[in-house]
Every structure is written in structure tokens, then in C-alpha cells.
Nanobody
Framework: QVQFVESGGGLVQPGDSLRLSCAAS????????MGWFRQAPGKEREFVAG????????YYADSVKGRFTISRDNAKNTVYLQMISLKPEETAVYYC?????????????????WGQGTQVTVSS
């Protein structure tokens, strides 16, 4: 059974940068389309970014375009989310998600596998 573990979260100040990682184990990482989602307290989980199995064609939510970059290293079984110019409203638990489908989708129902999440807090 494939498993995903996120890391890299923490407390940062507004405008700071942070890189999240999601490491896979127990499966063939390169066969999964990957996504990053986030969930703030009292809000629904929302799509942040997705990347195809080969690493091409990343797709972003409008709110993070130009500030967040998703990438993957299939040799290291890891997907990354580089975040810059972080805002307080982006405080949330960030989750990586995976699915065998080819297309990147923005719905949580489109992903069969989830990590446990990593907390990102943006506060001065």
C-alpha cells in the first residue's frame, strides 16, 4: 500500500518562503499524478497545485499562481511545493494527494491517497 508523508511545515512570517516535501513509499511513485491541497480551520480543503506523472504541465489555483511552484523528483519518490511571499490567510494544514488518473483534477474526490498533512502557519 502506497503511503505519503509530508514535511517542511512550520511557523513563518508574512512574505517568507517555505518548501514542503511529500515522500512516497510502498508504490511506484512515477505512476501517480500528484496534488497539493490545504485546509484552513473551519474551511473546506482546497486545491493548491497539481503535477503530472512525468513532472510536466503543472497546474495551479489562481490564488497561488506566480508564488507557488510544484515539482517532483521521481528518482527520490518526492513531490515538492515551493512557496514564496506567504500570506497570513494561507495558514492551513497542507496535504499531498495522489491518484493513478492521468489528468490533474482540483476536486478532493479525484485523489485516492492522502498524506497526514503538515501545518503551515504564517504570522508575525
Amino acid at each position: 500500500q502506497v503511503q505519503f508523508v509530508e514535511s517542511g511545515g512550520g511557523l513563518v512570517q508574512p512574505g517568507d518562503s517555505l518548501r514542503l516535501s511529500c515522500a512516497a513509499s510502498g508504490g511506484t511513485f512515477s505512476t501517480y499524478t500528484m496534488g497539493w491541497f490545504r485546509q484552513a480551520p473551519g474551511k473546506e480543503r482546497e486545491f493548491v497545485a497539481g503535477i503530472s506523472r512525468s513532472g510536466g504541465r503543472p497546474y495551479y489555483a489562481d490564488s497561488v499562481k506566480g508564488r507557488f511552484t510544484i515539482s517532483r523528483d521521481n528518482a527520490k519518490n518526492t513531490v515538492y511545493l515551493q512557496m514564496i511571499s506567504l500570506k497570513p490567510e494561507e495558514t492551513a494544514v497542507y496535504y499531498c494527494a495522489a491518484d493513478r488518473r492521468i489528468l490533474i483534477v482540483t476536486a478532493t474526490s479525484g485523489y485516492a491517497y492522502w498524506g497526514q498533512g503538515t501545518q503551515v502557519t504564517v504570522s508575525s
